[in-house]
């Protein structure tokens, strides 16, 4: 399939791809992406969702991970003419992504994902973070992202650098070994205290013609706990969000589930409360990856890093905590 990128324009025929042992625990989307360099990425996401891409012969979803020896088939593919846009992301973009990383070493790169920067290109945008960084190092061939953030959310965004580290953390992740911590505004007083919602997630469950996410008995299995930090009156609460699954949109799916979506979410939120928060400055969705940390092969202390948060959200945060405090001395004084 690599032949493709320098090969005629038109419709290619079906062809098979082999996992090696480079391969083995890679997820298969991020294994076509990687091969097929000329189809867009929306594509491989429609031929896997349509059963269309097989795995030794049965139907496989975007999120099953290979196994070296594994025959893939890919179906016939229209390549798009070579446009005359850009082939590369932009120097802003990957002078931003430079600025970003938080962490860096021979196997791993941590980056603080801005906000509205897509870790990868696809679904109209040309380029994310990945290619970014692929930009900035030509010379680390095997350089692949760990997980994913959705495009609003800011913070810990893990990129492998080598294929074995990629395996190492996949497996991590599989085994729930990696503590993610993130923190989000939610609206409204959250009055439950610490508790854990264990709810499945179905994803593409189509509303209004909008693929979203929804708790469904038929979807994978989703775990969050949500531990209050602080309540700004009845507006909002300020929370702190550990997952041990990684689900496509899964915090924002069971806030909203539970009654009290995240502040500022465009999809599941509550735009009624969302405008009254916007007086104090959210002008964007408050959901941040705050920390990751998990243990590294052969290192005596687990390993962790923790991206600030941004000083827009924190800014919300403070305007909140001040109009806060004046109610509660105005009640005082009465």
């Known amino acids: 399939m690599d032949q493709y990128p320098n090969g005629p324009r038109g419709r290619t025929n079906v062809s098979y791809l082999q996992a090696t042992a480079g391969d083995a625990g890679q997820r298969i989307d991020n294994f076509l992406v990687r091969h097929l360099k000329d189809v867009p990425r929306s594509l491989v996401y429609r031929i896997l969702r349509t059963g269309e891409v097989r795995v030794n012969g049965r139907r496989a979803q975007p999120s099953y991970r290979l196994v070296e020896g594994d025959r893939i088939r890919v179906p016939p593919l229209e390549l798009a003419p070579r446009s005359a846009g850009p082939r590369q992301p932009s120097k802003s973009l990957q002078a931003l992504i430079a600025r970003s990383v938080l962490y860096e070493d021979r196997d791993l790169i941590v980056v603080n994902k801005p906000a509205g920067v897509a870790v990868h290109g696809g679904s109209g945008v040309s380029f994310g973070v990945i290619e970014a960084l692929r930009a900035l190092h030509p010379n680390l061939k095997e350089l692949d992202l760990v997980h994913r953030l959705d495009r609003e959310t800011s913070g810990c965004l893990l990129v492998a650098?080598?294929?074995?580290?990629?395996?190492?953390?996949?497996?991590?992740?599989?085994?729930?070994?990696?503590?993610?911590?993130?923190?989000?505004?939610?609206?409204?007083?959250?009055?439950?205290?610490?508790?854990?919602?264990?709810?499945?997630?179905?994803?593409?469950?189509?509303?209004g013609g909008e693929r979203v996410v929804q708790v469904h008995p038929e979807g994978q299995e989703a775990v969050s706990t949500f531990t209050p930090l602080e309540h700004f009156k009845t507006l909002a609460t300020l929370v702190s969000v550990s997952i041990q699954t990684g689900r496509t949109h899964q915090i924002r799916v069971?806030?909203?589930?539970?009654?009290?979506?995240?502040?500022?979410?465009?999809?599941?939120?509550?735009?009624?409360?969302?405008?009254?928060?916007?007086?104090?400055?959210?002008?964007?969705?408050?959901?941040?990856?705050?920390?990751?940390?998990?243990?590294?092969?052969?290192?005596?202390?687990?390993?962790?890093?923790?991206?600030?948060?941004?000083?827009?959200?924190?800014?919300?945060?403070?305007?909140?905590?001040?109009?806060?405090?004046?109610?509660?001395?105005?009640?005082?004084?009465?």
Do not use: C
């Open 161 to 207: 650098k080598r294929r074995a580290s990629l395996r190492e953390l996949h497996a991590l992740l599989r085994e729930r070994q990696m503590e993610k911590a993130y923190l989000a505004l939610l609206v409204g007083r959250w009055p439950f205290g610490t508790k854990t919602i264990d709810l499945p997630l179905k994803t593409n469950v189509r509303r």
């Open 254 to 334: 069971h806030a909203a589930y539970a009654g009290y979506p995240v502040a500022g979410d465009e999809k599941y939120g509550d735009p009624d409360r969302d405008a009254k928060l916007k007086a104090y400055g959210l002008n964007r969705m408050f959901l941040h990856a705050h920390s990751v940390t998990f243990q590294r092969a052969g290192a005596p202390e687990p390993f962790s890093v923790t991206a600030p948060l941004p000083s827009e959200l924190q800014t919300v945060l403070d305007r909140l905590a001040q109009v806060s405090a004046r109610r509660s001395q105005a009640q005082l004084g009465r």
